[in-house]
């Protein structure tokens, strides 16, 4: 099972295996950490009631963020709402 995981170049320069970003998981994959490696922020997402690909809800904390809010994702029309039913965003796909 991948814990962590690495990417983003390095941009100011310097040497090692870490790169501008690194991402940790639990073990089932229903939260993820992501954190600036250079800022020392973090980013925390917890996919509510299930894995990243079945979860419908979604609790966003974003880099610079005190507290977070939950976020929805409506698979059937392929659009994401906040709390308040506004479409953040909205995809569609052709054959």
């Known amino acids: 099972m991948r814990q962590l995981a690495t990417y983003g170049g390095k941009s100011d320069g310097s040497s090692g295996w870490e790169g501008d970003f690194t991402k940790y998981y639990n073990e089932d994959g229903s939260c993820e950490v992501i954190r600036d490696n250079h800022a020392g922020l973090e980013k925390h997402i917890i996919y509510i009631g299930?894995?990243?690909?079945?979860?419908?809800?979604?609790?966003?904390?974003?880099?610079?963020?005190?507290s977070g809010s939950y976020i929805f994702m409506h698979k059937d029309y392929l659009g994401i709402s906040d709390e308040s039913g506004i479409l953040l965003e909205q995809s569609h796909f052709d054959a």
Do not use: F, G, H, R
């Open 50 to 66: 299930a894995t990243p690909y079945e979860s419908n809800i979604v609790y966003l904390k974003d880099y610079s963020a005190d």
